[in-house]
């Protein structure tokens, strides 16, 4: 199981693209909830981009669109606990994230 613990606004950029920057906060739990793996990656959220959808032509909320981002990048984390590999991927991933936060990148992460 996967459970976001904390998310911290890192930056409000809006010349020249409206871009929000966060630092997401994580766990990922064994079945019964007994142990857990603490992650953290940082996301940017294009508000042009992020908060409308093309197909049906609406604004999407904020709240709603910072987490559709957030499951995106959790998504394939899947069932990492027990997954040696599929957890140091994951980790990676959060890890290159935050990389790219420090050298100052601009969209460290995509999906």
Not at 1 to 30: C, F, Q, S
């Amino acid at each position: 199981m996967l459970k976001i613990t904390k998310k911290e606004k890192l930056l409000e950029a809006r010349r020249p693209v409206a871009v929000d920057y966060w630092l997401i906060h994580g766990r990922i739990y064994n079945d019964d909830g007994s142990a857990y793996y603490r992650f953290k990656f940082v996301i940017d959220m294009d508000l042009e981009l992020d908060t409308y959808d093309a197909e049906t032509g609406e604004i999407i909320p904020y709240n709603d669109a910072l987490e559709m981002l957030i499951d995106s990048f959790c998504d394939y984390a899947g069932d990492a606990f027990n997954n040696d590999a599929a957890r140091a991927d994951f980790f990676d991933n959060c890890n290159n994230t935050i990389a790219c936060w420090n050298s100052g990148r601009n969209s460290c992460w995509k999906f």
